[in-house]
Nanobody
Framework: QVQLVETGGGLVQSGGSLKLSCVASGREFNDYGLAWFRQAPGKEREFVAAIDWSGVNPQYVHFATGRFFISRDSAKNTVYLRMNSLEPDDTAVYYC????????????????WGQGTQVTVSS
């Protein structure tokens, strides 16, 4: 059974930082692309960042570029999202996701999803 479990969310003041982690289990994920999405209250889920199996050339949405950094440790089946300079608009539930198909992964329709971790940024 495939599981993706996110941790690291919490409450942080505006301008602060958080590092999210997502551990994947249930299969070998070295060939999988891994991604982060988020969903704010009353809004649709949106793509944040993705990283392919090699860890080279990660992809970011415009609001994450320069502030958020995705990385992976294939030996630990773990993907991370380091978030800096957080703003109240970054408040959302953050989800990690996995898929062998890059198009599905960054197209908001990956095969596997975690349960999410809440990030709240206070002003």
């Amino acid at each position: 059974q495939v599981q993706l479990v996110e941790t690291g969310g919490g409450l942080v003041q505006s301008g602060g930082s958080l590092k999210l982690s997502c551990v994947a289990s249930g299969r070998e994920f070295n060939d999988y692309g891994l991604a982060w999405f988020r969903q704010a209250p009353g809004k649709e889920r949106e793509f944040v960042a993705a990283i392919d199996w090699s860890g080279v050339n990660p992809q970011y949405v415009h609001f994450a570029t320069g502030r958020f950094f995705i990385s992976r440790d294939s030996a630990k089946n773990t993907v991370y999202l380091r978030m800096n300079s957080l703003e109240p608009d970054d408040t959302a539930v953050y989800y990690c996701a996995a898929d062998l198909n890059w198009g599905r992964l960054v197209g908001n329709s990956p095969t596997y999803w975690g349960q999410g971790t809440q990030v709240t940024v206070s002003s």
